[in-house]
């Protein structure tokens, strides 16, 4: 199927032309377990527009719209009556708008061209001919939801659900472990349940990410955790039927639900296409069955302690290592800084859902190791970006001695010590910002002070000739206002901390860490280095008023 034309993915047309071709249809849409039954597919899910007015149009009374004119008309096409009722219904709220003077809904319906398009492509979707079951519908709409919750940039490859961690034979064992206690007994994801402190959060705390397999984590979620699980099935708590056959029902849900995935993944993945053809859907539906005995693993009642330690543990190095993966990937290439700070904000927000997922579950190992030290960040390696600029530094230091009270305005106020990596610029910079204004030009003065400052914290002995060549270069050299080179600096540091950050967590995230070590100290280095991408930021406030700075005599 070519769906150029259409502008939309498979999985949402499919959706679409199920409702449009059998009202019924719409039930396999509704969550019936809620207290307030509600649609788990919602109009947002829809990465198309024009999908997203025709959805909308049939929930709220296109549905009706269609039932009646197919009643008026009985001899006309029922497609082409079909995709009248529907666009009467989509346009309704534009005319609506366009009556109260709304300019661009009167803009929208005199797009003629628009409408015949949408009118043209409802009808072919309305036919019955259309490559689509709908007694399937809940399928297509779950992929469409899915889709919308993990893009893909490959067409009708909706979403990946694993990061795919090297996986043996054991490891695949243990996860089976866990969905087949829940598959005998449903009532056992109570133990999985936890309230998040995000009302969008899961609110369960083992995610299909934590799986190893991406095939176990797709059965996780189609089971537990995604849009219209197996679990919630009626049958899955029916109270006439024995624990085979709950189980049997909801596997049958699951590989239905995995047989669909790979359906609208074929197009542009070869291992989906394979599986496919392979008919694997059947065999994994025998390694479920197997593992929903009770027999299968020592104990199905500990799933919960089972999944923590074979689960969710083993994946949090992986994940920690991933969020590193993005700062340097994403933030550290970008010429926007404020890219790193969103990066490193977000990663500190990951990391505090993840550390508030392990502290809910049901932990066998008390407590955690508090002496652990924080992996040192690497030198870079050999091609990788030193994030430096020495001739800048020397710069803007001899301005800064030519004219001290640079530092009181402008980008210049934002400089610190660590925004120049040689020692010697660092203890100058230091010197000017500790003497009054007349003796930070005094290059004797200046140099004397640098040295007492770096002795009385610890360091090594400054290079006099650095010194020197600065103190030289400041009496005979004409050069640019510092704060001219001062944003350069700071952004220099932006960058090389955040680097330093990403190379510290990866490096602690192949250590044998206890996971909440590993979490609290990579949220410390993605900390540090948030605070200086938002010293960053600082730059742009205006300096104090000397008025708000003077203080007020009193008698």
């Known amino acids: ?24 249809a719409v039930n396999q849409l509704v969550d019936w377990n809620r207290p307030d039954p509600q649609y788990w597919l919602t109009p947002d899910h829809f990465q198309t527009a024009w999908l997203q007015d025709a959805y909308r149009a049939l929930l709220s009374g296109g ?3 269609i039932e009646q004119r197919l009643r008026a008309y009985p001899n006309a096409d029922p497609a082409t009556v079909t995709a009248d009722a529907v666009m009467a219904t989509m346009a309704m709220p534009y005319q609506q708008r366009a009556a109260a003077g709304d300019p661009s809904a009167q803009a929208a319906l005199n797009d003629s061209a628009y409408w015949a398009a949408v009118h043209n492509a409802v009808r072919q979707l309305a036919q019955p001919s259309w490559p689509a079951t709908t007694q399937y519908a809940r399928h297509d709409a779950y992929v469409t939801v899915r ?40 009532a056992r994801v109570q133990q999985f349940r936890y309230a998040p402190s995000s009302p969008d959060a899961s609110p369960y705390w083992l995610q299909p990410q934590d799986f190893a397999d991406p095939m176990t984590a797709e059965i996780w979620d189609a ?3 995604g849009p219209d699980p197996a679990i919630a099935l009626p049958a899955a708590t029916g109270p006439s ?17 995995l047989g669909h995935n790979d359906y609208h993944r074929s197009t542009g993945d070869e291992g989906a296409k394979a599986r496919r053809e392979a008919n694997a859907h059947q065999v994994i539906a025998t390694y479920l069955a ?16 089972y999944a923590v330690s074979f689960i969710l543990e083993p994946s949090i190095p992986a994940a920690v290592e991933n969020l590193a993966g993005r700062v340097r990937d994403h933030g550290l290439s970008d010429t926007s800084l404020g890219q790193i700070a969103l990066e490193l904000s977000t990663n500190e927000y990951a990391l505090d859902q993840l550390a508030e997922r392990l502290d809910a579950a049901p932990r066998t190992l008390a407590g955690y190791s508090q002496e652990q030290d924080t992996a040192p960040a690497a030198e870079p390696s050999q091609g990788q970006p030193s994030y430096t600029s020495r001739p800048t530094e020397r710069r803007v230091l001899i301005s800064l001695m030519q ?36 003796a930070a030009q005094d290059p004797w003065l200046l140099t004397h002070r640098a040295n007492q400052l770096a002795h009385y914290e610890g360091a090594p002995a400054l290079k006099s000739q650095e010194l020197n060549n600065i103190a030289l270069a400041a009496r005979t050299l004409t050069v640019a206002p510092a704060a001219e080179a001062a944003g ?11 680097r330093a950050a990403s190379t510290a967590v990866e490096a602690a995230a192949r250590e044998t860490l206890d996971p909440r070590a590993l979490i609290d100290q990579s949220r410390q280095q993605f900390q540090q280095a948030t605070r200086e991408a938002l010293r960053y930021h600082e730059q742009s406030v205006p300096g104090p008023s000397p008025y708000s700075t003077r203080q007020a005599n009193v008698a």
Do not use: C
């Open 147 to 186: 889709a919308a919750q993990h893009p893909s940039t490959v067409t009708d490859v909706p979403f990946a659900l694993s990061r795919g961690r090297a996986t043996d034979n054991d490891v695949l064992v243990q996860e089976l472990a866990v969905i087949g206690a829940v598959l005998n007994n449903p």
């Open 403 to 438: 004219d001290p009270s640079q530092l009181r305005s402008g980008p210049t106020r934002s400089l610190a010590a660590q925004d120049f990596t040689q020692p010697e610029h660092a203890y100058i910079f230091k010197a000017i910002q500790s003497l009054p204004l007349h």
């Open 63 to 65: 549905l009706d719209a």
């Open 488 to 498: 350069h600096l700071v952004t220099m540091t932006v960058r090389r901390t955040a």
């Open 290 to 305: 197997r593992a929903s005995a009770p027999d299968y693993s020592p104990n199905p009642d500990n799933a919960a302690q």
């Open 241 to 257: 039927l024995t624990p085979q056959q709950r189980a049997t029902v909801m596997i049958q849900h699951i590989t239905l639900r």
């Open 1 to 24: 199927m070519n769906n150029d034309q259409y502008g939309a993915p498979q999985h949402e047309l499919n959706v679409l032309s199920s409702l449009l071709r059998d009202r019924s």
């Open 223 to 225: 089971l537990v955790t």
